[in-house]
Structure formats: C-alpha cells, structure tokens
Nanobody, 113 residues
C-alpha cells in the first residue's frame, strides 16, 4: 500500500508565498518522477511542475514556482512565490512509485485579497 499526503495549502494574498509538501509512504521500492498538478473550478487538471533528472514548469509559473525533492524523506515540495489570483486551484501531487502513478488527495490554494 502506498499513500501520498499533501500539506501546505491555504489562503494567501496576491504577491504572497506558500510551500506545498507531499510525502510518500508505504511499500516503496523506487520513486521516479515527482510532480504537481492543479485544477481550478471549471477547468481541466494541468501540469504545474515535474522533477526527475531535470525540472520542467508550465509557462504560467516559470520564474515564480520552484519544485524540489528530498529523496531521503520521499518528499516533493513546491515553493510558490509571487502568487496571483489565477493560481487559485486544488493542487495535487503525482508520484511515480514502483513504476505506477499515484495521486495525493489535493490541497486547496486560494489567492485573494
């Protein structure tokens, strides 16, 4: 059994920062790519950032968001700076564990004054 637990979402004013965390636990033999997706109301889920041997970002977050990972802790992070109202969404981590993709439960990020 594998589980992903996310944390760090919340309400923040425009221009503010948040840091999301996603911890993987359970019967883990290998972890490959780790990523973050988001889904805003009425929109499709979209890729925000992914990290494997390199990192890739959606154009909309380049220069503002940073993805990182701590392999010893089976954890992936998303540092979000200069947040905008259009970043409001439920953020999900997605991790390739034992060659299977797993999703976190989602954490709400709301950017509003």
């Amino acid at each position: 059994q594998v589980q992903l637990v996310e944390s760090g979402g919340g309400l923040v004013q425009p221009g503010g920062s948040l840091r999301l965390s996603c911890v993987a636990s359970g019967s883990i033999f290998s972890i490959n790519a780790m990523g973050w997706y988001r889904q805003a109301p009425g929109k499709q889920r979209e890729l925000v950032a992914v990290i494997s041997s390199s990192t890739n970002y959606a154009d909309s977050v380049k220069g503002r968001f940073t993805i990182s990972r701590d392999n010893a802790k089976n954890t992936v992070y998303l540092q979000m700076n200069s947040l905008k109202p259009e970043d409001t969404a439920v953020y999900y981590c997605n991790v390739l564990i034992n060659l299977k993709p797993y999703w976190g439960q989602g954490t709400q990020v709301t950017v509003s004054s």
